[in-house]
């Protein structure tokens, strides 16, 4: 066979690759024999590229949904960190709040300590004062009541001795 014929690839092409080796085989025939046996290696040559393109195919699709899953594990890690990040402002927030609200108790504290003590410093002195007050009262009574003792004692003197007077 001087020219080449084209042959039908898939099953059919592999039917009649061994059909046409069976029929050169027993006429005999040579060349029929030989076109067959190519046909039937030519069928099974495109049936392994087409299962190959496919397992190929396959491959890269299974690559890309590993791609994709490590894009949305690297998304989902990075939408944690930033969920963990809030998070953690959010509680150095409420830290700093919770300090200076403590901050703010104590300092109210101090200063109704501070007033507390001044007014038990004041009444302290206040006491103080009028426990003096009343010392210097009770002294100047005592000075009015030793003068008056003192100008009886002398009127009693005098009446007993009335020359000591001049």
Known sequence: MNRQERTAGGLAGKLA????TIVGSTTGNQAL??????QEAQSEA???ARQAELDARRREEEAELRR???????ERERLA?????QDREKAIERDREVS?????VERQQEEAAAESQRRQEEAAAREAEQRAEEARVQAARQEVRLD??????????DKLDPEEEQ
């Open 33 to 38: 024999e030989r076109e067959g046996r190519l």
């Open 148 to 157: 008056r003792q003192a100008v009886e004692a002398e009127e009693r003197a």
């Open 100 to 104: 200076e609200a403590q901050a703010v």
């Open 81 to 85: 960190n930033e969920v963990a990040a």
């Open 68 to 74: 994709r899953q490590v894009e949305t594990e690297i």
């Open 17 to 20: 690759g061994k059909f046409k």
């Open 46 to 48: 495109e049936r392994e």
